[in-house]
């Protein structure tokens, strides 16, 4: 099964909104509400930043939403600030109780 | 608090087996199902699997059906990963990551440190 996709990088100016896009298919992003964005900073383990396409966990900031449409899931990321300088990656269940993760993107606030 | 604490880094020979720990605490671990995650250097995100604490039962990613193996020891609150045949691709850091209460929800709010593991001849 072969991975998301994801842009390989995104940019934005401090203060202004970026989007990240997530593609899969019927099986997975297209068929399922368990979507999850994790952002990972070089050399520590990924934080959830979004679950259940549009779920934010306690503690991330109400800059960070998501949805989807059909099977592309997005990232918004409002409001750029300096630590929001990572790679951000999506996953999916996929069915037959496996899960898929996207091929990250590395976002650059300007 | 939830903590999710890995063993510690690994070197193998091709051919080899590597086992990775994942002690838990702060939760029941029999409460909640444990995924396994690897990123090689420089590369992103691969879910291996996960197992259930309660049963036992575990479910895989195609490709590494047959070389690996999850299992548990709830009377020290520890999960286990044990991969076999070990190739250079194997070359990654290795997470331990929690899903949510009782169910699979396929989100992962808590991860452990990693585990690199090294395959060289």
């Known amino acids: 099964q072969s991975a998301l996709t994801q842009p390989p990088s995104a940019s934005g100016s401090l203060g202004q909104s970026v989007t990240i896009s997530c593609t899969g298919t019927s099986s997975d992003v297209g068929g399922s509400n368990y979507v999850s964005w994790y952002q990972q900073h070089p050399g520590k383990a990924p934080k959830v930043m979004i679950y259940e396409v549009n779920q934010r966990p306690s503690g991330v900031p109400d800059r960070f939403s998501g949805s989807k449409s059909g099977n592309m899931a997005s990232l918004v990321v409002s409001g750029l600030r300096p630590e929001d300088e990572a790679t951000y990656y999506c996953?999916?269940?996929?069915?037959?109780?496996?899960?898929?993760f996207g091929g990250g993107t590395k976002l650059t606030v300007l | 608090q939830v903590q999710l604490m890995q063993s510690g880094g690994e070197l193998r020979r091709p051919g080899a087996s590597v086992r990775v720990s994942c002690r838990a605490s702060g939760y029941l671990l029999t409460a909640y199902y444990m995924h396994w995650v690897r990123q090689a250097p420089g590369q992103g995100l691969e879910w291996i699997g996960w197992?259930?604490?309660?049963?036992?039962?575990?479910n895989f990613a195609k490709k590494f059906q047959g070389r690996v193996a999850m299992t548990r020891d709830t009377s020290v609150s520890t999960v286990h990963m044990d991969l076999s045949g070990l190739t250079s691709d194997d070359t990654a850091t290795y997470y331990c990551?929690?899903?949510?209460?009782?169910?699979?929800?396929?989100?992962?709010?808590?991860w452990g440190q990693g585990t690199p593991v090294t395959v060289s001849s």
């Open positions: 996953g999916s269940y996929a069915g037959r109780n496996e899960m898929i």
């Open positions: 990551a929690r899903d949510e209460y009782r169910f699979l929800r396929y989100y992962f709010e808590y």
């Open positions: 197992i259930n604490p309660n049963s036992g039962g575990t």
